[in-house]
């Protein structure tokens, strides 16, 4: 990687390139080999994302990036805009993603009281355009850990990251120390430093809270003029808080108490703001206390935003899920397994559901390097299990119906410079970190870059690029994927075709395959699945009512089925699906493991579907 001058002289460059034609308003843009029913934007409607044209949209991808919690490039999730259309493409032809959680930061947003630093937003808004104009959905997120790296000392252990150090300086907090933590997590409830701050803002003690109000407004109205309309409308809404907790609780209070009279009426004041930037019509992405749903029963706080009623279309439910005990290493001996996360993934389901939104999974993921490194592909198999149904594959096909909603979701993270780095922790030239995501010793980047500047992927592609209904044209009644990703040498086969449909099961045989329900809803855009690069259309065989066929023609407007390129240019395809008739039942089975099937294999898989599907839907 170039040295932290170099990056920055590059930036700036950049910068005034930018400002310098940002005065003439933008052109409207359109991503490349985007179709007519492409692009519109998203709202929330009866508990899903919804575009356009009345289609159930699920975003999948990845947070981009825990690089704007370092200092080596000033806040950016990218040294350059190249690298970030560099990222942008891998991530839709790699990774399989059509959303990306975008972060920004508090500290270089407003690095002095009052004052917002446009030269930053200029850089974070051109960066984000590179993955709007990849067709990419973006959700910006005012990220935080640990409150401040400005709390930690120059010798610490740990380091945080978010509000600017004029917000820090105000408050004397105690000399930060999390005493014997083998985590940095455990900094969130330990460290006096922390707490105390996090307490001073969730209270407004020095009018620290007004102020990240007022900058994530201009921030927000910022993005919004410098934004084509093309663009704007592939934002998605914007997370206004990453992993919120109370720091302490006052006297008599509760984490419930808490989130109804503290954090509850802050998301109401953003979303204020946010009707003022010009984003009235997006949701505010508002995730609950982060304890709310821990797997390890002596860290469960009561929370879940229980108390603030109906959300509606003006507020998505997000929240994260990280298996502690797998991380711990002593509390989940083994590898994760089929179902392993249904029950955590049903609760975020039902929550969203009780609170009349979406919801959204917007971080999870498990360490790549270290002692539990090795739960690693069964640990992400399974949460991707878990995000496609709250059903076990040993339960999927006798039970589809339970399936429940295929949830949106990005995984952490997408860092290409991982392993690559040269941050200067808490801005001691004696720790120069250059290893895994050069935050307190986290290594969980699904990518890195070689030294020639090819992205490469660190997991199993089978797992990460994925079938996925990305749009669906009515409800989504049920949907399985068999990705038969890799733990080493070993085939992970969860959900295999059940004996008693014999030659849907020859059909697959040992390929990949996903599967589809749902009721039309009179539509005039087709249903659209993602198909990874290991299904090409001329091996790809779909048995559905629609037809069966083995080898996927190019889509048209008069086409059943038929296989188009996604938005942006970057490579990647999708099964697109016209169905006419409204609530009535449809499927579709895709899959890579035929070669050449013949026409009575064909029709046979499909009337034994076809008789499934009317038992099971």
Wanted: glycine share 10%; aromatic share 10%; with cysteine.
């Amino acid at each position: 990687m170039t040295n932290v001058r170099a990056r920055l002289i590059v930036i700036l460059v950049v910068l005034c390139g930018f400002l310098s034609v940002a005065g003439a308003g933008p052109a409207a843009a359109t991503p490349t080999d985007s179709l007519w029913f492409d692009g519109s934007p998203l709202t929330v409607q009866n508990g899903s994302f919804v575009d356009g044209y009345g289609r159930q949209v699920v975003l999948r991808g990845y947070n981009v990036s825990g690089e704007t919690k370092l200092e080596e490039n000033s806040g950016l999730p990218f040294a350059l805009v190249a690298d970030a259309k560099k990222s942008a493409t891998a991530l839709r032809a790699l990774g399989g993603g059509n959303s990306v959680r975008f972060l920004l930061s508090w500290a270089h947003a407003e690095p002095v009281r009052g004052q917002v630093d446009t030269a930053y937003l200029a850089a974070a808004t051109a960066q984000m355009q590179a993955f709007l104009d990849a067709g990419i959905r973006v959700y910006p997120d005012f990220h935080q850990d640990l409150y401040s790296r400005y709390l930690f000392n120059s010798g610490s252990w740990y380091t945080g990251d978010g509000a600017p150090k004029w917000a820090v300086a105000l408050g004397s907090y105690p000399q930060e120390s999390c005493g014997i933590c083998l985590f940095w997590g455990q900094n969130i409830t330990q460290n006096s430093a922390v707490t105390k701050a996090q307490y001073d803002f969730w209270h407004n003690t020095y009018g620290v809270q007004d102020a990240f109000l007022v900058t994530a407004q201009s921030t927000m109205a910022y993005i919004q003029q410098h934004l084509t309309t093309d663009e704007f409308a592939g934002v998605v809404g914007f997370d206004p808080y990453n992993e919120p907790f109370a720091g302490t609780y006052d006297s008599g209070q509760t984490s419930r108490t808490w989130e109804q009279t503290l954090l509850w009426p802050f998301y109401v004041k953003f979303r204020a703001r946010m009707d003022a930037a010009g984003w009235s019509a997006k949701p505010a992405l508002v995730e609950p206390n982060l304890f709310w749903n821990s797997n390890i029963s002596t860290q469960v706080q009561e929370g879940g935003l229980l108390d603030a009623g109906t959300l509606g279309s003006r507020y998505v439910f997000n929240t994260h899920f990280y298996d502690q005990k797998a991380i711990s290493g002593i509390l989940m001996w083994g590898n994760a397994a089929d179902g392993q996360y249904a029950t955590d993934f049903g609760k975020v389901r039902d929550r969203a559901a009780a609170a009349g939104t979406a919801a959204v999974v917007s971080e999870f993921g498990h360490p790549l390097s270290g002692t539990v490194a090795g739960k690693a592909p069964t640990v992400l198999k399974a949460m991707y299990q878990a995000l496609d149904s709250r059903l076990p594959g040993a339960s999927w096909w006798s039970n589809p119906a339970a399936s429940g909603p295929v949830l949106s979701g990005t995984q952490w993270q997408w860092d290409i410079y991982n392993g690559r780095h040269d941050e200067l922790m808490n801005d001691n030239p004696d720790k120069v970190l250059t290893s895994g995501d050069a935050w307190n010793d986290e290594d969980l980047s699904a990518v890195n870059m070689t030294a020639s500047g090819t992205v490469t992927l660190r997991q199993d592609a089978r797992l990460l690029d994925r079938i996925y209904p990305s749009a669906t044209a009515g409800t989504t009644v049920a949907f399985t994927y068999e990705d038969r990703s890799r733990d080493g040498s070993t085939t992970l086969t969860w959900n295999p075709v059940p004996g008693s449909l014999p030659n849907t099961s020859s059909l697959v045989g040992s390929g990949q395959y996903g599967l589809l329900m749902w009721r039309s809803n009179s539509s005039t855009a087709p249903t659209e699945l993602h198909l990874p690069a290991s299904f090409p259309a001329a091996s790809t065989t779909v048995v559905t009512d629609l037809g069966a066929i083995s080898g996927v023609p190019a889509y048209t407007s008069s086409t059943p089925i038929g296989y188009a390129d996604e938005p942006g240019g970057t490579g990647s395809h999708r099964l697109l699906l016209s169905a006419t008739g409204s609530g009535t039942l449809h499927y579709a089975l895709i899959t890579n493991g035929a070669t050449s099937p013949s026409s009575t294999l064909l029709n046979a898989a499909r009337s034994e579907l076809t008789a499934w599907a009317a038992a099971h839907g």
